[in-house]
Protein backbone atom coordinates (compact mmCIF):
# COMPACT_ATOMS: atom_id res chain seq x y z
CA UNK A 1 0.00 0.00 0.00
CA UNK A 2 0.83 3.87 -0.38
CA UNK A 3 3.76 4.27 2.13
CA UNK A 4 2.95 8.12 3.15
CA UNK A 5 6.54 8.45 3.17
CA UNK A 6 8.48 11.76 2.46
CA UNK A 7 11.73 13.26 1.04
CA UNK A 8 13.23 16.59 0.73
CA UNK A 9 13.13 18.00 -2.53
CA UNK A 10 16.55 18.97 -2.70
CA UNK A 11 17.44 15.35 -2.21
CA UNK A 12 14.53 14.05 -4.55
CA UNK A 13 15.58 16.84 -7.84
CA UNK A 14 19.19 15.91 -7.87
CA UNK A 15 20.42 15.66 -10.94
CA UNK A 16 16.87 16.90 -12.61
CA UNK A 17 16.31 20.26 -14.63
CA UNK A 18 15.27 22.49 -11.48
CA UNK A 19 16.78 24.64 -9.41
CA UNK A 20 15.37 24.47 -5.44
CA UNK A 21 15.43 27.68 -4.21
CA UNK A 22 13.51 26.62 -0.92
CA UNK A 23 13.38 23.05 0.20
CA UNK A 24 10.16 21.55 1.75
CA UNK A 25 9.03 17.38 2.60
CA UNK A 26 7.37 16.32 -0.27
CA UNK A 27 5.34 13.14 -0.86
CA UNK A 28 3.96 13.17 -3.82
CA UNK A 29 4.48 15.03 -7.83
CA UNK A 30 0.80 15.72 -8.56
CA UNK A 31 -1.59 18.38 -10.44
CA UNK A 32 -2.92 20.83 -7.94
CA UNK A 33 -6.64 19.44 -7.28
CA UNK A 34 -5.34 16.56 -6.46
CA UNK A 35 -6.36 14.79 -3.44
CA UNK A 36 -2.67 13.69 -2.24
CA UNK A 37 -0.67 15.19 0.73
CA UNK A 38 2.48 17.39 0.54
CA UNK A 39 1.92 17.15 -2.85
CA UNK A 40 4.44 19.31 -5.14
CA UNK A 41 2.72 20.92 -8.28
CA UNK A 42 3.81 23.17 -11.52
CA UNK A 43 2.38 26.19 -11.85
CA UNK A 44 3.21 28.29 -15.36
CA UNK A 45 1.43 31.24 -15.02
CA UNK A 46 0.47 33.50 -11.95
CA UNK A 47 -3.02 32.15 -11.79
CA UNK A 48 -2.20 28.45 -11.51
CA UNK A 49 0.35 29.87 -7.76
CA UNK A 50 -3.10 31.38 -7.07
CA UNK A 51 -5.34 28.34 -7.46
CA UNK A 52 -2.43 25.95 -5.46
CA UNK A 53 -2.11 28.87 -2.38
CA UNK A 54 -5.58 27.55 -1.95
CA UNK A 55 -4.71 24.19 -0.88
CA UNK A 56 -3.31 23.86 2.46
CA UNK A 57 -1.64 20.22 1.45
CA UNK A 58 0.41 21.52 -1.02
CA UNK A 59 4.28 21.43 -0.12
CA UNK A 60 5.46 23.15 -2.79
CA UNK A 61 5.52 24.57 -6.11
CA UNK A 62 7.80 24.66 -9.79
CA UNK A 63 7.18 27.90 -11.44
CA UNK A 64 9.66 29.88 -13.89
CA UNK A 65 11.78 32.30 -12.18
CA UNK A 66 9.70 35.30 -13.43
CA UNK A 67 6.75 34.30 -11.07
CA UNK A 68 9.18 33.12 -8.27
CA UNK A 69 7.94 35.90 -6.19
CA UNK A 70 4.55 35.19 -6.01
CA UNK A 71 4.85 31.86 -4.34
CA UNK A 72 4.86 32.81 -0.44
CA UNK A 73 8.13 32.09 2.01
CA UNK A 74 6.52 28.92 3.98
CA UNK A 75 6.27 26.82 0.60
CA UNK A 76 9.05 25.12 -1.18
CA UNK A 77 10.17 26.71 -4.47
CA UNK A 78 12.18 25.41 -7.67
CA UNK A 79 12.45 27.26 -10.51
CA UNK A 80 12.76 25.52 -14.02
CA UNK A 81 11.82 26.61 -17.84
CA UNK A 82 9.13 24.49 -18.19
CA UNK A 83 7.71 23.60 -14.83
CA UNK A 84 5.81 20.76 -15.55
CA UNK A 85 8.15 18.74 -18.03
CA UNK A 86 10.81 19.49 -14.35
CA UNK A 87 7.67 18.43 -11.97
CA UNK A 88 7.02 15.12 -14.64
CA UNK A 89 10.70 13.90 -14.47
CA UNK A 90 10.85 14.40 -11.08
CA UNK A 91 7.38 12.46 -10.38
CA UNK A 92 9.06 9.30 -12.56
CA UNK A 93 11.99 10.03 -9.65
CA UNK A 94 9.96 9.06 -7.02
CA UNK A 95 7.92 6.32 -8.93
CA UNK A 96 11.85 4.53 -9.66
CA UNK A 97 12.52 4.69 -5.84
CA UNK A 98 11.26 0.95 -4.95
CA UNK A 99 9.68 1.26 -2.07
CA UNK A 100 9.49 4.73 -1.41
CA UNK A 101 5.71 5.45 -2.64
CA UNK A 102 4.17 2.30 -2.27
CA UNK A 103 5.20 -1.11 -0.32
CA UNK A 104 4.51 -4.27 -1.95
CA UNK A 105 2.74 -7.51 -0.57
CA UNK A 106 1.99 -11.02 -2.33
CA UNK A 107 -1.71 -10.62 -3.71
CA UNK A 108 -4.42 -11.82 -1.28
CA UNK A 109 -7.41 -13.55 -3.26
CA UNK A 110 -10.11 -14.33 -0.50
CA UNK A 111 -11.27 -18.08 -0.02
CA UNK A 112 -14.81 -16.56 -0.68
CA UNK A 113 -13.80 -14.96 -3.70
CA UNK A 114 -14.70 -16.72 -7.26
CA UNK A 115 -11.98 -16.20 -10.05
CA UNK A 116 -12.62 -17.62 -13.33
CA UNK A 117 -9.68 -20.14 -14.36
CA UNK A 118 -9.30 -17.42 -17.66
CA UNK A 119 -8.97 -14.92 -15.45
CA UNK A 120 -5.74 -13.09 -14.94
CA UNK A 121 -4.62 -11.74 -11.35
CA UNK A 122 -1.15 -9.92 -10.86
CA UNK A 123 0.86 -11.94 -8.30
CA UNK A 124 1.34 -9.09 -5.73
CA UNK A 125 -0.14 -5.80 -5.02
CA UNK A 126 -3.93 -7.13 -5.46
CA UNK A 127 -6.64 -7.55 -2.79
CA UNK A 128 -9.85 -9.38 -3.60
CA UNK A 129 -12.04 -9.60 -0.59
CA UNK A 130 -15.33 -11.97 -0.05
CA UNK A 131 -17.57 -12.76 -2.20
CA UNK A 132 -16.39 -11.26 -5.15
CA UNK A 133 -16.31 -12.57 -8.72
CA UNK A 134 -14.06 -12.12 -11.13
CA UNK A 135 -14.94 -12.87 -14.71
CA UNK A 136 -13.98 -14.67 -17.65
CA UNK A 137 -10.80 -13.35 -19.71
CA UNK A 138 -10.70 -10.17 -17.47
CA UNK A 139 -7.51 -8.94 -16.18
CA UNK A 140 -6.73 -7.18 -12.41
CA UNK A 141 -3.38 -5.53 -12.43
CA UNK A 142 -1.07 -4.22 -9.67
CA UNK A 143 -2.11 -2.13 -6.74
CA UNK A 144 -5.87 -3.04 -7.58
CA UNK A 145 -8.25 -3.53 -4.54
CA UNK A 146 -11.46 -5.14 -4.97
CA UNK A 147 -13.31 -5.16 -1.48
CA UNK A 148 -15.81 -6.88 -1.18
CA UNK A 149 -19.05 -8.56 -2.80
CA UNK A 150 -17.45 -6.59 -5.74
CA UNK A 151 -18.49 -8.29 -9.32
CA UNK A 152 -16.35 -7.84 -12.13
CA UNK A 153 -17.36 -9.20 -15.48
CA UNK A 154 -16.32 -10.62 -18.77
CA UNK A 155 -13.00 -9.23 -20.41
CA UNK A 156 -12.58 -6.34 -18.11
CA UNK A 157 -9.10 -4.71 -17.09
CA UNK A 158 -8.48 -3.31 -13.53
CA UNK A 159 -5.64 -1.03 -13.10
CA UNK A 160 -4.33 -0.84 -16.27
CA UNK A 161 -2.53 2.50 -17.25
CA UNK A 162 -3.73 6.01 -18.21
CA UNK A 163 -3.56 7.93 -21.15
CA UNK A 164 -0.97 10.40 -19.51
CA UNK A 165 1.35 11.39 -22.22
CA UNK A 166 4.67 13.00 -20.99
CA UNK A 167 5.24 15.69 -23.88
CA UNK A 168 8.96 16.51 -22.11
CA UNK A 169 10.59 13.77 -24.02
CA UNK A 170 11.06 12.76 -27.43
CA UNK A 171 9.74 10.67 -28.88
CA UNK A 172 6.50 11.07 -26.86
CA UNK A 173 5.64 7.83 -24.12
CA UNK A 174 3.50 7.12 -21.53
CA UNK A 175 4.28 8.93 -18.20
CA UNK A 176 5.00 6.26 -15.45
CA UNK A 177 1.82 5.92 -12.91
CA UNK A 178 2.31 5.60 -10.05
CA UNK A 179 -1.70 5.01 -8.61
CA UNK A 180 -4.16 2.18 -8.02
CA UNK A 181 -7.57 1.59 -8.53
CA UNK A 182 -10.28 0.60 -5.42
CA UNK A 183 -13.74 -0.90 -5.81
CA UNK A 184 -15.74 -0.31 -2.56
CA UNK A 185 -17.96 -2.79 -1.51
CA UNK A 186 -20.43 -4.38 -4.06
CA UNK A 187 -19.27 -2.19 -7.12
CA UNK A 188 -20.26 -3.50 -10.29
CA UNK A 189 -17.97 -3.49 -13.59
CA UNK A 190 -19.69 -5.41 -16.62
CA UNK A 191 -17.55 -6.97 -19.43
CA UNK A 192 -15.24 -5.22 -21.63
CA UNK A 193 -14.58 -2.13 -19.10
CA UNK A 194 -11.82 -0.67 -18.41
CA UNK A 195 -10.49 1.26 -15.20
CA UNK A 196 -7.13 3.22 -15.17
CA UNK A 197 -5.01 3.29 -12.19
CA UNK A 198 -4.43 7.23 -10.77
CA UNK A 199 -1.37 8.68 -12.14
CA UNK A 200 0.23 10.45 -9.58
CA UNK A 201 -0.89 8.16 -6.39
CA UNK A 202 -3.55 7.62 -4.72
CA UNK A 203 -6.79 5.40 -5.95
CA UNK A 204 -9.26 5.36 -8.68
CA UNK A 205 -12.05 5.24 -6.61
CA UNK A 206 -15.71 2.99 -7.62
CA UNK A 207 -17.76 3.95 -5.07
CA UNK A 208 -20.50 1.36 -3.03
CA UNK A 209 -22.54 -0.32 -5.37
CA UNK A 210 -21.65 1.86 -8.41
CA UNK A 211 -22.13 0.07 -11.76
CA UNK A 212 -20.21 0.30 -14.40
Known amino acids: MFTGNTIDLKSAAQGLAMDVVRDCALSYVAKIPSKLP ?16 AHSDIAGIVTT ?13 ALAEDPIAASLFLHEALCDMDGFLWSHFDTRIHND ?61 ILKQAGGVWLKDGATVLAKSTIARATFGGFTLIEEHAML
Open 113 to 173: ARIHPSAVIAERDVEIGPGCWVGPGSVVMERSVLEKNCHVGVGVVVGLEAFEIFEGVQPRR
Open 38 to 53: RRFVPCGAPQHIEAAL
Open 65 to 77: PEHSHLVPEHMGL
